[in-house]
C-alpha cells in the first residue's frame, strides 16, 4: 500500500512531540503551502494568462518590478492575512511592515518572505522561487520594528519554495531539513526528500563571475585557487554554475553539495551586498546550517547578524561546511594587522 506523508501530516507529527501547541503553526504552514500553490499555478500558465513581462513600476529597492512580482505579493498578502496566525508580514515588494487589518484577528507569528526570488529569470522560463522565515512575535500586540529585526537564530522555520520542472517546498523548523513536492494532481505536497544532508566538501561554486574586478581580496584568493584546479594549491578541479536565482543554487547544494557566494563588492559602496538579510539570507542560512552546512558574510555567521533594518543588504557565502570555513578563514588572514602576518 501506498502511504505518502503530506506536508500536513508531517508537521502535525513533528508538532505532537511537543505537548501544549495550539495548531497555529500548522494552520500558517497551511496558509503558506496554499499560497504557493497558487503562485506555482500563475508561473505555471505564464503567457497563456498574461503575466510575464514588466510592470513599469520599481519596487522599494528601486529594481524594475516583473508582473509576477505583484501578483506573488498580493497572493501572499491576500492568503495569509485573514487567517488569524500572523501578527504582521515583511515583504521584499513592500517598504513598510504589512500590518492586519483590523476586522481579522491577530496571531502569534511574524511571516517574512520575498514572494518571488530570482523573478529576472522568470520571462526567459527558468526556475524561480518564495522564500519565507517565520518569527514568533509577543501575542496581542500590533508588532513594531523591533519585534522583526531579530537576529537569523531566532527564526521558528524558514522554507522556500521552488518553481522548477517540479514545484518543490523545503523546509526546517529547526529539527533538520526535508524536501515535499508538489502533487497536482491531488493540490498536496509530498514528503519526497527526507533528512537532507549536504555533503561537507565540494568542487563546484557559485559566484557571478561578471563582478570579479570588484571583490575583495578573500573572494578573489579562493576563486583563483578553484580555476587554478588540478595545478594549484587545491589540488583539484572546480566546476562552476550561476543561475542567477538564488532559490535553485540554493536548492543544487542541498543535492548535491557546493559553495554559493554572493559577496561584498566594491561597485556601490553604499549596497553592503546584494542580498536581504532578513528575507532571502536568514531563512537561506537556517535551512543551509540545518542540513550541515555553514553560512557567513565572511566576517560574521549570518544568522548572528543583528538586523539595523526591514529591508538590509548583507554579503552571503554559503553551502558545504569545509568551503564555507575555508573562504571565512582567507578573511581573517586578510584582516590581520600587517605585524601580525
Ligand atoms: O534578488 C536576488 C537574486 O535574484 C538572487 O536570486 C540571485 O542569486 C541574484 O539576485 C542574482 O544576481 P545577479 O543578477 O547580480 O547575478
Known amino acids: 500500500m501506498v502511504n505518502n506523508v503530506t506536508l500536513t501530516q508531517f508537521i502535525i507529527e513533528q508538532q505532537r512531540e511537543y505537548p501544549g501547541v495550539s495548531g497555529a503553526f500548522t494552520l500558517l504552514l497551511n496558509d503558506i503551502a496554499t499560497a504557493c500553490k497558487q503562485i ?20 522599494v529597492q528601486g529594481e524594475v518590478q516583473k508582473k509576477l512580482d505583484i501578483i506573488t505579493n498580493e497572493i501572499m498578502i491576500n492568503s495569509l492575512n485573514w487567517t488569524g496566525h500572523l501578527a504582521g508580514m515583511v515583504s521584499e515588494e513592500v517598504d513598510d511592515i504589512i500590518t492586519i487589518p483590523a476586522h481579522y484577528p491577530k496571531g502569534k507569528y511574524l511571516a517574512l518572505f520575498d514572494p518571488l526570488d530570482g523573478s529576472s529569470n522568470i520571462d526567459v522560463n527558468l526556475t524561480v522561487g518564495t522564500i519565507f522565515s517565520i518569527l514568533r512575535c509577543r501575542e496581542g500586540v500590533d508588532p513594531a520594528l523591533e519585534d522583526f529585526l531579530r537576529v537569523g537564530s531566532e527564526q521558528v522555520c524558514a522554507g522556500f519554495v521552488l518553481y522548477g520542472p517540479s514545484t518543490m517546498m523545503i523546509l526546517t523548523t529547526g529539527h533538520g531539513v526535508n524536501g515535499f513536492t ?46 587554478q584546479g588540478q595545478e594549484g594549491p587545491r589540488g583539484k578541479d572546480f566546476n562552476m554554475r550561476w543561475i542567477a ?5 540554493v536548492y543544487r547544494i542541498l543535492t548535491r553539495g557546493g559553495v554559493f ?34 553560512c557567513s558574510n565572511g566576517r560574521e555567521r549570518i544568522l548572528d547578524i543583528k538586523p539595523q533594518s526591514l529591508h538590509q543588504r548583507v554579503p552571503v557565502i554559503l553551502g558545504s561546511k569545509n568551503e564555507v570555513e575555508r573562504l571565512v578563514s582567507y578573511y581573517q588572514d586578510a584582516d590581520k594587522p600587517a605585524s601580525s602576518s
Not at 563546484?204 to 578573489?220: D, G, H, L, Y
Request: charged letters at 25%; hydrophobic letters at 35%; aromatic letters at 8%.
Open 40 to 59: 506555482s499555478h500563475r508561473v505555471n500558465r505564464g503567457n497563456l494568462i498574461g503575466v510575464l513581462g514588466s510592470a513599469d513600476s520599481e519596487n
Open 182 to 227: 508538489l502533487d497536482q494532481d491531488i493540490g498536496e505536497f509530498i514528503l519526497t526528500h527526507p533528512a537532507i544532508k549536504i555533503p561537507e566538501d565540494t568542487n563546484e561554486f557559485a559566484i557571478n563571475m561578471s563582478n570579479q574586478r570588484f571583490w575583495e581580496a578573500p573572494v578573489k584568493r579562493y576563486i583563483e585557487e578553484c580555476l
Open 245 to 249: 536565482s538564488m532559490v535553485s543554487e
Open 261 to 294: 557566494m554572493y559577496p561584498y563588492d566594491l561597485r556601490d559602496p553604499s549596497k553592503p551586498g546584494r542580498l536581504r538579510l532578513m528575507y532571502e539570507a536568514n531563512p537561506m542560512a537556517f535551512i543551509i546550517e540545518q542540513a550541515g552546512g555553514a
